[in-house]
C-alpha cells in the first residue's frame, strides 16, 4: 500500500524555527503539508507538484515557511520560521496529483501520513 512517514514533531517556543520531513514510499506528482489545530478543521499548508514545479502556500505561511522537495530521495521537508502559537496542530503529509484549484484542499490526495504533532507554546 501507499505509505508516508512524518518526522521533526516537538514542542518549541513562539518565535522559533524547526523543520519537518516526508517521505513517500513511491512517487506521485504532488507532496503536500497540511495541519488540523486541535478543534478545528484540516488546512492546507504548502504543497509541491513535480510537474510543472508548482508550489503554493498558505497565506497564513508565507514567508515563514519554506518546503524542499527532493525527488531522488522521494522527501518534501518543510522549514518553519518565526512560528506563532497558532501554528499548533497534528502536520499531515499527502501524495497525490490534484486538480490545480484542489492543491491545498485536501480533496484528491490519495494517501496520508499517520501525522505528527507541533506545539507552539507562548
Known amino acids: 500500500s501507499v505509505q508516508l512517514v512524518e518526522s521533526g514533531g516537538q514542542s518549541v517556543q513562539a518565535g522559533g524555527s524547526l523543520v519537518l520531513t516526508c517521505t513517500e514510499s513511491?512517487?506521485?506528482?504532488?507532496m503536500a503539508w497540511f495541519r488540523q489545530p486541535p478543534g478545528k478543521d484540516r488546512e492546507g499548508v504548502a504543497v509541491?507538484?513535480?510537474?510543472?514545479?508548482?508550489?503554493e502556500y498558505a497565506d497564513s505561511v508565507k514567508g515563514r515557511f519554506t518546503i524542499f522537495r527532493d525527488i531522488a530521495r522521494d522527501t518534501l521537508s518543510m522549514e518553519m520560521k518565526h512560528v506563532r502559537p497558532e501554528d499548533s496542530a497534528i502536520y499531515y503529509c499527502?501524495?497525490?496529483?490534484?486538480?490545480?484549484?484542489?492543491?491545498?484542499?485536501?480533496?484528491?490526495?490519495?494517501?496520508w501520513g499517520q501525522g505528527t504533532q507541533i506545539v507552539v507554546t507562548a
Open positions: 499527502a501524495r497525490g496529483d490534484p486538480r490545480p484549484h484542489k492543491r491545498l484542499r485536501g480533496d484528491d490526495y490519495v494517501a
Open positions: 509541491h507538484c513535480h510537474r510543472g514545479d508548482i508550489t
Open positions: 513511491r512517487y506521485f506528482n504532488c
